[in-house]
């Protein structure tokens, strides 16, 4: 990521603490950030183009993040550590529901992977694409409730917690995350 842009997101989460989304101005962003007008436009045609390239990259997070070598605490605690890092912009385009979308395209990408995962371990008359949906909608509804409450549960808390849940369904078909995620 560009240094600037990374300042610029940094400047974004900043504001989003103090104003919502729709009251913030480049400009705001361009001295929060610490950058030139100049700078700004090098890179970003508007503001809105600055919340594409966000989404696109808090996105990215969860759509490149590579778990095969995790054990499932690890990987949760990154996961929910994504969301604390950025809690702000996650709040304000999930629970604002400024970003169209957005919480749909997590869950279609987790249940793929749960669903890929899955299907290594169980036969085809398992209603596999159900439970991946059933388990990651659950995620997400925990992350929202997480960044809603202001929960003071820590990432590496909340890893443990959502891997207790997903075994307890897991259970059900004689697995745990611990199979799953083993190659």
């Known amino acids: 990521m560009l240094q600037s842009s990374q300042k610029l997101l940094t400047a974004l989460v900043t504001l989003l603490d103090d104003k919502p989304l729709t009251k913030i101005t480049t400009l705001d962003l361009i001295r929060t950030a610490g950058i030139s007008r100049s700078t700004f436009y090098r890179h970003f045609q508007d503001k809105l183009r600055f919340f594409d390239w966000v989404k696109s990259y808090l996105l990215d997070l969860f759509l490149k993040d590579d778990f095969s070598d995790d054990t499932p605490a690890s990987y949760y605690t990154r996961f929910f550590q994504h969301f604390a890092d950025y809690r702000p912009a996650f709040k304000s385009f999930i629970l604002d529901g400024h970003w169209q979308n957005f919480e749909r395209e997590i869950l279609k990408s987790g249940i793929n992977n749960y669903s890929h995962l899955?299907?290594?371990?169980?036969?085809?008359?398992?209603?596999?694409?159900?439970?991946?949906?059933?388990?990651?909608?659950?995620?997400?509804?925990?992350?929202?409730?997480?960044?809603?409450?202001?929960?003071?549960?820590?990432?590496?808390?909340?890893?443990?917690?959502?891997?207790?849940?997903?075994?307890?369904?897991?259970?059900?078909?004689?697995?745990?995350?611990?199979?799953l995620m083993t190659k």
């Open 118 to 179: 899955l299907t290594n371990h169980l036969d085809e008359s398992a209603p596999i694409n159900t439970i991946a949906a059933y388990i990651v909608s659950a995620h997400i509804g925990v992350v929202i409730d997480w960044l809603t409450e202001d929960d003071g549960h820590s990432p590496a808390q909340m890893a443990v917690i959502i891997t207790q849940f997903t075994n307890s369904v897991l259970a059900n078909y004689d697995l745990t995350l611990d199979t």
